[in-house]
């Protein structure tokens, strides 16, 4: 019985391999066959250019210092819910703040007193009350303007009570509590501090606001303005009357 061999096919010069040099683009030690040569891709001169950091935190920082400045209209049902709910929290507000003021400048307490006179259960003392009389008529300011400026007013302010919990929960026992706070008074911050964001941000912020909210409608100009042409063109077709064949 003949034995059979195996016959490698030949290859001509042209077919003959070159020698393999490692694919270091890839990341390739071994040797292929087959392989897709590695091609640089020059950037595309058109192609926009990539936001900065800079850029990206100067955006942000603007967005938080200059808030969507949106109009109310006391004529539409959303804004005025809205503008009642900013100028009931200014003015409650403020107006405990300045009973608690005028109470502490009736009981003829020392200007900065440390001796632990209270009004209303709060210690206080003379600057304590001026201080308390001047946001309370600036909130009650903010009450009669109403609007946007009031849900800014509270929510700055808001923010300034709970600072001062904290920078006077610190300041306790020491000799720098010119205010004579306790930790009564700091809880009293805290609580009139998140009252005020509250009433602020009602209506404001979140992420389930109703498309008539101007808010909203100020953050997506280009949607609201798509929603109203629908709704005026479903309110502008004539209505149509199905009879009955006779």
Not at 41 to 56: F, I, Q, S
């Amino acid at each position: 019985m003949a034995a059979h061999t195996f016959h490698k096919p030949r290859t001509t010069a042209a077919q003959e391999p070159g020698p393999y040099v490692a694919h270091a683009a890839y990341g390739c030690t071994e040797p292929h066959e087959h392989y897709a040569p590695y091609v640089a891709h020059e950037p595309d001169p058109d192609a926009p250019a990539p936001p900065r950091l800079a850029d990206t935190v100067s955006r942000r920082m603007e967005r938080a210092l200059h808030p969507v400045n949106a109009r109310l209209d006391d004529h539409l049902p959303a804004d005025h819910k809205l503008g009642n709910v900013y100028r009931v929290g200014a003015g409650l507000t403020g107006l405990l703040l300045i009973v608690f003021g005028v109470l502490g400048l009736i009981d003829q307490i020392g200007f900065f007193d440390t001796g632990g006179d209270t009004v209303l259960a709060l210690n206080t003392n003379g600057a304590l009350s001026v201080l308390s009389i001047c946001i309370g008529a600036l909130l009650v300011f903010g009450m009669v303007v109403g609007g946007t400026f009031a849900s800014t007013l509270n929510i700055v302010l808001g923010v300034l009570f709970i600072a001062s919990g904290f920078v006077n929960l610190a300041l306790l026992d020491t000799e720098l509590n010119f205010l004579a706070f306790e930790i009564q008074n700091v809880l009293f911050s805290f609580v009139v501090g998140v009252m005020l964001m509250w009433f602020g941000m009602y209506g404001r912020v979140g992420s389930a606001l109703p498309h008539d909210n101007p808010y909203w409608r100020a953050r997506h100009p280009e949607q609201a303005a798509r929603e109203d042409r629908a709704r005026r063109t479903t309110q502008g077709r004539a209505p149509v009357v199905h009879g009955r064949c006779p």
